[in-house]
């Protein structure tokens, strides 16, 4: 496969990943459930934020820079973290809509789709990468620069993760009542 069909791959699974991410967030997290109405669900809201955190240096590392070397490697560090913490989300979840009749098979299947898109733009993103990126020693910048639509789509990625991590941080704000249900501290009387 020629590298400019790579990275047109990487940028329509980009683009998959992102129009699904964002419709289970505003439509399935924010409107349906109203996730960080609920103290169940704070855990679940705050992994969220984290995953919002982890997949902003994702998108500069991978599509807005020709990553190599330790960067590379930083960012695949980053990858392995927001699978981790992607894991405990699915763990969580059943605990957390538990009151909300569990989550729902439509929303099971964005979440699917939406990791398979994610996944699989970032294993065409590394197979445009030469072997030699992946030495610890080698440069941090590639010398061969990213297509406009890899980079733009990064910067999208970028702002759009950085958002919707301050607007899950955002949400809870003002809200201690739920943060103190959800980890048993009782309120002090005045």
Not at 37 to 55: K, Q, S, T, Y
Not at 160 to 177: E, K, Q
């Amino acid at each position: 496969m020629s590298t400019e069909l790579l990275y047109a791959a990487a940028v329509g699974c980009l683009v998959a990943f992102g129009v699904l991410g964002s419709f289970d967030g505003v439509y399935f997290h924010l409107m349906k459930f109203r996730l960080h109405e609920h103290a169940e669900a704070l855990v679940e809201h705050l992994l969220h934020a984290l995953r919002g955190v982890c997949f902003t240096p994702i998108a500069y590392l991978f599509y807005v820079i020709p990553s190599g070397g330790r960067l590379l490697w930083l960012g695949l560090a980053v990858v392995a973290a927001d699978l981790c913490v992607e894991v405990c989300d699915i763990l969580v979840e059943k605990k957390s809509r538990e009151k909300l009749g569990g989550i729902s098979p439509p929303e099971s299947v964005v979440h699917v789709l939406a990791t398979g898109a994610r996944m699989a733009s970032l294993a065409f993103i590394l197979a445009t990468k030469p072997v030699s990126a992946f030495h610890w020693s080698s440069v941090s910048v590639l010398p061969e620069g990213l297509p406009i639509l890899v980079r733009l789509g990064g910067w999208v990625m970028l702002v759009t993760s950085f958002v919707g991590a301050c607007s899950h941080i955002l949400l809870l704000r003002g809200r201690r009542r739920v943060f103190r249900g959800a980890i048993g501290w009782r309120a002090r009387e005045s």
